[in-house]
């Protein structure tokens, strides 16, 4: 268990909905970072908060969103979603080490 | 990404046999991660190497930085089904931020 959760672990819905996905990072980490991992793409960063600031962003569509909240956890906002956004997501948070969530499953249908 | 280079992409050994996984950046490395995935699940931490030359165990495994070729290799000692999975190399080539850019990944399978 490396610390990290998120929630839900599998999420299945339909083209154009909006979804969120939640993580907790360790205790005492600062920082959060959210990967989307495809079997095309393969594992992606897409952004990082520290201590509730976007500190860096990869290739995040516009139509992803995220935020870090006062009590460190986070939330990955994706809307108007599409068939190719089926994908493993994950959380990681780091101290002087990043550890990764267990991931939630988004299958858009 | 391009950027970061796994080999090889899939390996299968008898259990027993060692084996090596290499990882080859093409910019500076301000880190090296190494994670084992078992397919659809999260990634397991293994080691992170930060300073050239650095080289780490864990259990069976050991993991080398060498700064000036900017590659990293994973060495795993008398391998065993347990160590089936995928094998991922993350860098950190900005450095300072933690981001991580990902190889492609090494498919490891051991027979038994």
């Known amino acids: 268990d490396s610390g990290v959760t998120q929630t839900p672990k599998h999420l299945i819905t339909a083209t154009g909905q909006r979804v969120t996905l939640r993580c907790s990072p360790r205790s005492g980490d600062l920082s959060v970072y959210w990967y989307q991992q495809s079997l095309d793409q393969g594992l992606q960063f897409l952004i990082q908060?520290?201590?509730?600031?976007?500190?860096a962003k990869g290739n995040i569509l516009e139509r992803f969103s995220a935020q870090q909240f006062p009590d460190l956890h986070s939330e990955l906002n994706l809307s108007s979603l599409e068939l190719g956004d089926s994908a493993l997501y994950f959380c990681a948070s780091s101290g002087a080490k990043q550890f990764f969530g267990p991931g939630t499953r988004l299958t858009v249908l | 990404s391009q950027e970061l280079e796994q080999s090889p992409q899939s390996l299968i050994v008898q259990e027993g046999k060692n084996l090596t996984i290499n990882c080859t950046s093409s910019k500076t490395l301000y880190g090296l991660y190494w994670y084992k995935q078992k397919y659809g699940e999260g990634l397991i931490f293994l080691m992170m190497?930060?300073?050239?030359?650095e080289e780490k165990s864990h259990e069976k495994i050991t993991a080398k930085l060498d700064e000036k070729k900017q590659q990293s290799s994973l060495h795993i000692t008398a391998s065993q089904p347990s160590h089936a999975g995928i094998y991922l190399c993350g860098a950190d080539i900005i450095g300072n931020t933690g981001k991580l850019i990902f190889g492609q990944g090494t498919t490891l399978q051991v027979k038994p």
């Open positions: 190497l930060q300073k050239g030359g």
């Open positions: 908060y520290y201590n509730g600031e976007e500190r």
